[in-house]
């Protein structure tokens, strides 16, 4: 079956989402807004995208990505927002599996080995 | 990862062999994943019901009876261990060490052989080798014990509350872990072939017993266990418990929703092929014998950690050991791991923390009349308001006349005994005398102030 993508913007759209695909291994990408450019306000976020959208044929059938976008530049600075409160997410960009405490980081995000290692561990 | 700083070309093999009732675990070794960590989480798990229990005397009012839930608890520790294995995949793989999840054993000279858990074989060759296979734990050896037991390698991920438990063995493990299940509120039975704690000061030990006794977990002494059989299946189900006197002829019985084993650990070097390159390993223990810079008797292969013979089974000295070993080996440093002066804890309800010789080794070595031990009782400040125990924790000096007083021996037994104990560690290394440690003003109120 492969995997799908899908896209979502903000806290409560990414719950609902997970919630929906619960029982498939599922991995979210988390970054800041884009403009009406395309490019994000976080520069660390436009490196890491492209290698982890290489990677992505690695992670085992019937996963689903979720590509959710954060917020501005303000919302992700607030230390209460629903990101870190919730998800205990520490900066952008994060890649995680959702459900698991494995997760990369900011500039591990540009390694495509530790991209490809998250995607393929069981 | 200290030899990958020197770029080397490293290769890490680990695999975990399942328990009988087929439990494994992720990267990192016991103390991650079945030793320290949970235990110690476990323990402040426990640590915490009682302060519940305490804090009411302070003034925090709350009407419900407090319950404690065994699987919130697990999950919460499991995730964090979790978090522990991919933080030393990402580890590995960042300091380009090539991890692979697959069981090792040397074939032929410098050639291991990696099985992986779908039985996939490959052969790597390497310069030099470096065994830190550890322990796993010893069972009984009686009817029962493989299929209705567990051990520390099963509890701390046991999806079931273990319910009315039997722990058999007076090591720190089934201390410690009889200790925690109680402070949790289950029933807990101990059941002691001979001494507590053996190899740690006997008068500590037997304190430490007391206590245990006082504060709820039933003691079983001079008895072993000489069959276990399954009175209903479930989770938990309900054993019965055969044991016989080591003094005698008398036999009891006793019925428990879990057995929980822990009479020691054995080395695992039986089945990595140590004889198909040479290395000796003491026949009756399984240990390796290593000289002071870690090196087996094959000039190539050195080994850390627990499977070493006469050095102490703790997660710091292993990789101390490691460490200074690479150090010695590619970045041209001399210094030996110091095994003299370790410092340890025992995270029993009553902590333990310990540094040097206990009363009796001390008197064994340098004779009775050539030591003075200094001792106090003495009554924690946060134990006065919720009137608890008055006259139970304890220090002891032990200082050996011939060396200016020099401590040999520290002991306290009481709240934060790792805490208290690690500073005192560095003042040993540094020859602390009983006229400097008297010489240094207490910090008050605390618990340490009474050593100063």
Known sequence: ?????????????????????????????????????????CPDCVTAEPVVRKELHNMPDESVFIYCLVGDRSYWKDPNNEFRKNLKLTGVPTLLKYGTPQKLVEEECFKAELVRMLFTED | QEAAKYEKKVMVLDFVMPTPLGNSWGLGGTCVNVGCIPKKLMHQAALLGQALQDSRKYGWQFTEEVKHNWMTMTESVQNYIGSLNWGYRVSLREKNVTYENAYGEFVGPHTVKATNKRGVEKL??????????????????????????????DLFSLPYCPGKTLVVGASYVALECAGFLAGLGLDVTVMVRSILLRGFDQDIANKIGEYMEEHGIKFIREFVPIKVEQIEEGTPGRLKVTAKSTTGNQITEGEYNTVLVAIGRDACTRKIGLDKVGVKINEKTGKIPVNDEEQTNVPY????????????????????????????????????CDYVNVPTTVFTPLEYGACGYSEEAAVQKFGEENIEVYHSHFWPLEWTVPSRDNNKCYAKIIC??????RVIGFHVLGPNAGEITQGFAAAMRCGLTKEQLDSTIGIHPVCAEVCT
């Open chain 1, 1 to 41: 079956m492969g995997w799908e993508e899908k896209q979502v913007r903000g806290y409560p759209e990414f719950v609902q989402t997970a919630q929906r695909y619960h029982g498939r291994p599922i991995f979210a990408l988390f970054c800041g807004d884009k403009d009406a450019a395309g490019k994000s306000w």
């Open chain 2, 124 to 153: 790597y060759t390497a310069e030099r080798f470096l065994i830190a296979t550890g322990e796993r734990p010893r069972y009984l050896g009686i009817p029962g014990d493989k299929e209705y037991c567990i051990s520390s390698d």
């Open chain 2, 301 to 336: 292969i050195y080994a850390v950690g627990d499977i070493l013979q006469d050095k102490l089974e703790l997660t710091p000295v292993a990789i101390q050991a490691a460490r200074l070993l690479v150090q010695r080996l590619y970045g041209g440093a001399t210094s030996k």
């Open chain 2, 400 to 405: 050996n006349i011939q060396d200016n007083e």
